[in-house]
């Protein structure tokens, strides 16, 4: 089945530091890709997505690349800020098929800023 | 512009006692919906979906359920919670409901905490 791996945290960063989170994936087909954000004891919010091979999705700074070859999904940001602290998620979506409706999540991976 | 609402915030209940857990939409008509539980340690994982009114699917056998009882209203439902049934749950919409392919986005609430003692 379907399946996301990210990198295990809690991730801690003094700010202005450089921001890599890893996320590969395990599907068939061509999936959309996601980084979904969690803020403490909020929900989700989207925060950027591909939905093809070498689209880049970015937004607030921050940046991924859709890697058909290597299935990976990669979050970055050059320089992050303590407002950045969060929970951060990658996710796919089939996009046709049965399970189509559903987003495969990782685990998330916790980010910590400090000044 | 769209918006979707969750309550209570937060919920403590007993074992063995009855749920209800509220979602609504605002701002968009006929929207696929879904309900997803966050349990401490772990992902997301979808329990229900529904693309239209009366038409719930299911992800995950357990002693919840779901229904829509109208197109912007979903609503997750026990009759007997249990201990296991502790966590995070999280309401989401998308566009399009009722065809294919589903919108690729999806929209979430601020969710519901649920602690079951």
């Known amino acids: 089945g379907d399946s996301v791996t ?89 996009t046709a098929g049965a399970g189509s409706y559903q987003l495969t999540f990782g685990k998330g991976t916790k980010l910590s800023v400090i000044p | 512009s769209q918006t979707i609402h969750q309550w209570p915030a937060t919920l403590v209940q007993p074992v063995g006692s009855p749920l209800s857990l509220e979602c609504t939409v605002e701002g968009t008509s006929n929207p696929n919906l879904y309900w997803y539980r966050q349990a401490a340690g772990r992902g997301l994982q979808l329990l229900f979906y ?33 201990l296991s049934d502790s966590g995070f749950y999280l309401c989401a919409w998308s566009v399009i409901g009722g065809a294919e392919p589903p919108s690729d986005t999806q929209y979430f609430g601020p969710g519901t905490r649920l602690t079951v003692l």
């Open chain 1, 6 to 94: 990210q990198m295990e945290g809690p991730v801690t960063l003094s700010e202005e530091a450089f921001l890599t989170i890893n996320c590969t994936y395990t599907a068939t087909g061509y999936p959309s890709l996601f980084w979904y954000v969690q803020y403490p004891g909020e929900g989700l919010q989207l925060l950027l997505k591909a939905t093809k091979a070498d689209d880049k999705g970015s937004n607030k700074g921050f940046e991924a690349t859709y890697r058909k070859e290597t299935t990976s999904f990669h979050l970055e940001k050059g320089s992050v800020q303590v407002s950045d602290s969060a929970v951060y998620f990658c996710a796919l979506r089939r």
């Open chain 2, 50 to 82: 529904s693309v239209g009114i009366g038409q719930i699917s299911s992800e995950v056998p357990q002693n919840l359920s779901a229904s829509r009882p109208q197109d912007r209203q979903f609503i997750l439902s026990s009759k007997k919670l249990l």
